[in-house]
């Protein structure tokens, strides 16, 4: 069943819910799980720019400490909406603004996606996911094959100097190796977060 979630909170965090698409397909996306993140983000349909900025509105923004995007699927997919919406979020509650991504964004919209990002996003979590592009392909299962990996490794880099904060994450699956993606993450001069699986 579908709903119109836009906005859910954790904490005392603050998450947009813009598409349910993604360009991988995780073995162990919470879209997976039944319990989820607790609430139904499935969308019947992907909110428009207006539909996110209205969904803010009566909001106790004070009470968030960061503003995310990250839902049932890539935000990255909606470059144009995330960059108008970030905008919008600064020049209104002036919040610090992260985004949760897969790091596909230059494949699926071409080179030069981090410098979009100038100035509106604070921080950007990356899923690194795997120590190389074999066990990448195998957990993520990514729709653009076999160069994704250095792809998101390209666009990793990329971001480093445009985004304040650029972090990697990996989940603690069967067969990543978290040390070699903290070695991975640490010659890249960015910091490793390794997430449970839920
Ligand atoms: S990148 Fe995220 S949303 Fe996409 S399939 Fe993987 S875990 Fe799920």
Known sequence: MRDFIITYSIEDRLYLNITNRCTNNCAFCIRKTEHGVGYNLWLQKEPSAEEVMASLRGLEMDAYSEIIFCGYGE???RMD???EVAGGIKREYGKIIRINT???ADLIHGPGNAQKLKGLVDRINISLNA?????YREICRPAFGAGTYQAVLNFSKSCDGIIPDVVLSVVDWPGVDTVKCREIAQ????ELRV????
């Open 195 to 198: 997430r449970k699986s839920s």
């Open 75 to 77: 935000p990255l997919l």
């Open 131 to 135: 120590q190389d592009s074999v066990k």
């Open 187 to 190: 010659g890249l001069g960015m």
């Open 102 to 104: 897969n790091g596909h």
């Open 81 to 83: 909406l995330v960059i």
